[in-house]
């Protein structure tokens, strides 16, 4: 608190000048709990239609529509986007191709307002050839749907779907894929999967089971449907020229909002592996059309006046009004010192009183870009599209105090989580202090990256980075059998973020597989931890954690939450028949005696006295002592 007087006049008036110059900041403030109202919905389509993908003369070698990526380009002669192209695919480097062929221009898929998806169909005729002899050696073709039209995933199996270069990368594919990558959880080497920003599927179906080979130069024809208002994808696929088959080869109920934004590109991904003679992948025609419904934003005729008002003055030739005489600019200036000199003076005294928010005023520290920053209201304000509901991911109610965690999208396009408190909560020093302990000291790969924090003396917010593949329970729990490795991972990630928060002295509170998210690359981030010690004597302690995660890797186990869980393994475990615990779904492809040591340490994290639980630093050891399974790669 040394700055010299003169630094806080010019900040006082920096800030005053700032607000008079953008009046909607003020505006801002004072409307944040109303909700943008709504015009009437009206259905946004689109519909493209590619009977072949010559290129015409007139227009040379490019297709305007589409751009072509990486290894990605349309064969003059044979009027067909080729993945790799084949002139390419001789070329000095032959492995590891990839290449994307993308329609140019964005297509809205997905209302924010209502949080509905679009509705959309699309047919193709793809066929995989070989420039050799050679039989495969591709990994597939994708129908990717993806966020940005400059980005080629990686090659191999990643099918050129997944970029791992930026966290929040949303990216919906259906991949068919002629490869049998185990540790992506694939069934065989001629399936077709749904893939929900990640390189392992989310549900996969085996071609062979329907008498279909991709293994052949024949051309297949596939037809995704989606229905955005019943949340359902029916994939078909055959022979071009044959009818539609009666029935889907993969069926699924599916939520992509999470996976979408408003304006999304679709286009085909595919890649090759590390054999050098490859297999290219032909598209041959493509129609897609989408559906979505939008509100109509209906301008209100006050906004209209305005802007009626400010062209008129802007362009008639006299000015309207006379600038400011010097004795008006010479008043105001001295108001201004006035105040500012009285805030200085009352900001000093008030320093020693109090420091419930003191931690948030680290103006005069220095601060290096990545670290987390303090966001302004305004800026948190219009990344969560005015605090609206339908931005709205999870509401905790607990001891009689509210946060809201809504979803947001900075200027930068980097989607965040914003937990807003309520205002009681924050009354208390020890909880801003905790606040100030959860942004410094808490970094870790298995905690959420906060991003920063919002302090305006009525409102406080902490900005986390936003997980879209959304909390384990959906993956847990869901349609698809999560493979063993995976769950092995997982629980060693979540003891290691758990060990580490406990040797920060802090405890989660609520560690339960809804809490624990996953991020671009599966990695488990345990999220909404420590609000416990935000709330007076309610705090569970770390013991109240180790049961949590022994819950958590009994459910992870099992595939299932329910009631009688412990009970069970515990009965099993006594009867020596602890293999019942065991996740049926994923069939003979478990270590069975990693899987007995795993529930063990389940068993003995959830013993009744707490006591007798390990410490979380334990439990890592153990977990990472008797570890002979394969590191796996995602
Ligand atoms: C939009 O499309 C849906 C079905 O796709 C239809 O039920 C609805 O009536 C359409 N709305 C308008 C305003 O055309
Ligand atoms: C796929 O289907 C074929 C034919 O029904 C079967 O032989 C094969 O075992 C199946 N593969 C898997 C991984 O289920
Ligand atoms: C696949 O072929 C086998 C033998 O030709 C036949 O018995 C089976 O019904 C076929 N399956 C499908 C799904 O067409
Ligand atoms: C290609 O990769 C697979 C699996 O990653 C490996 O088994 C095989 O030996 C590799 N082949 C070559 C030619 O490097
Ligand atoms: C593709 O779209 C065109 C025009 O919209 C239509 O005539 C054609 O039948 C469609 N092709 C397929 C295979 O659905």
């Not at 130069?217 to 949340?231: E, F, L, M, P, Q």
């Not at 071009?240 to 080869?249: A, E, F, L, V, Y």
Request: glycine share 8%; with cysteine; proline share 6%.
């Amino acid at each position: 608190m040394d700055s010299p007087p003169c630094l806080w006049w010019l900040l006082i008036l920096g800030s005053i000048v700032h607000l008079v110059q953008q009046p909607q900041l003020l505006q801002a403030h004072r409307f944040s709990f109303t909700h943008h109202p709504k015009g009437p919905f009206t259905n946004v389509t689109k519909h493209l239609h590619f009977p072949n993908f010559l290129t015409t003369s007139s227009l040379g070698t490019n297709f305007p529509q589409l751009k072509f990526l990486g290894n990605a380009r349309a064969s003059e002669e044979k009027g067909v986007i080729q993945i790799p192209h084949s002139s390419s695919s001789q070329a000095d480097q032959p492995t590891y191709q990839v290449g994307r062929a993308i329609y140019s221009s964005p297509i809205r898929l997905f209302d924010p307002l209502t949080l509905t998806p679009a509705s959309f169909e699309t047919t193709f005729s793809f066929q995989f050839t070989t420039n050799s002899m050679a039989t495969r050696g591709g990994n597939g073709l994708a129908f990717v749907i993806s966020p940005d039209e400059f980005t080629v995933g990686r090659p191999g199996p990643w099918l050129g779907i997944l970029n791992d270069a930026c966290n929040h990368y949303k990216v919906f594919a259906v991949e068919f894929d002629t490869n049998h990558d185990p540790q992506f959880g694939d069934p065989n080497d001629d399936h077709i999967g749904i893939n929900l920003g990640a390189a392992v599927s989310f549900k996969t179906a085996n071609l062979s089971e329907a008498n279909i080979s991709l293994h052949n130069s024949k051309v297949h024809r596939a037809w995704i449907t989606y229905d955005g208002n019943h949340k359902h994808i029916n994939i078909h696929l055959g022979l071009d020229g044959n009818p539609i088959p009666s029935k889907p080869i993969l069926s699924s109920p599916l939520n992509l909002s999470p996976f979408l934004q408003e304006y999304m590109f679709v286009g085909f991904s595919a890649s090759t592996g590390n054999s050098s003679q490859n297999s290219i992948h032909n598209i041959l025609s493509w129609n897609f059309s989408s559906t979505v419904q939008a509100s109509l934003h209906v301008p209100s005729t006050k906004i209209c006046h305005r802007n009626v008002a400010h062209l008129v003055s802007k362009y008639s030739t006299t000015p309207h009004t006379n600038p400011p005489s010097s004795f008006l600019i010479f008043v105001a200036l001295l108001v201004l010192s006035s105040v500012a000199l009285l805030s200085f003076y009352f900001s000093r005294m008030k320093t020693n009183t109090s420091d419930a928010l003191l931690f948030f005023d680290t103006k005069q520290r220095p601060m290096l870009p990545i670290s987390p920053h303090r966001f302004t209201f305004a800026e948190l304000y219009i990344s969560t599209r005015r605090f609206d509901k339908a931005q709205v991911l999870a509401t905790d109610c607990r001891g009689g105090s509210t946060s809201v965690l809504y979803r947001g999208k900075l200027v930068n396009g980097c989607q965040v989580a914003v937990k807003r408190f309520s205002t009681q909560l924050l009354s208390s020093p020890r909880v801003t202090k905790r606040l100030g302990d959860q942004i410094t000291r808490a970094s870790h790969p298995n905690l959420p990256n906060i991003r920063g924090w919002c302090c305006d003396g009525r409102e406080a917010m902490i900005v986390y980075d936003h997980y879209p593949n959304g909390s384990l329970d959906r993956w847990l729990f869901g349609i698809g059998a999560l493979p063993w490795t995976w769950r092995l991972k997982l629980v060693k990630d979540i003891a290691q973020g758990l060990s580490f928060l406990h040797s920060k002295q802090l405890a989660h509170g609520n560690l339960k597989a809804s809490s624990v998210f996953l991020d671009v690359n599966y990695r488990p981030v345990l999220g909404d931890y420590g609000l416990d010690f935000f709330l007076p004597g309610s705090g569970r302690g770390s013991k109240g954690d180790v049961f949590g995660f022994g819950m958590l890797v009994l459910e992870t186990v099992a595939g299932r939450k329910e009631e009688g869980l412990l009970g069970f393994a515990r009965e099993m475990f006594e009867k020596g028949e602890i293999g019942r615990v065991v996740d049926e779904r994923m069939g003979d492809r478990v270590n069975s005696e990693e899987v007995v040591r795993i529930l063990k340490i389940g068993l003995s994290c959830t013993a009744s006295e707490s006591g007798r639980r390990p410490c979380m630093e334990e439990v890592v050891q153990c977990l990472a002592s008797s570890s002979h399974s394969r590191p796996i790669v995602l």
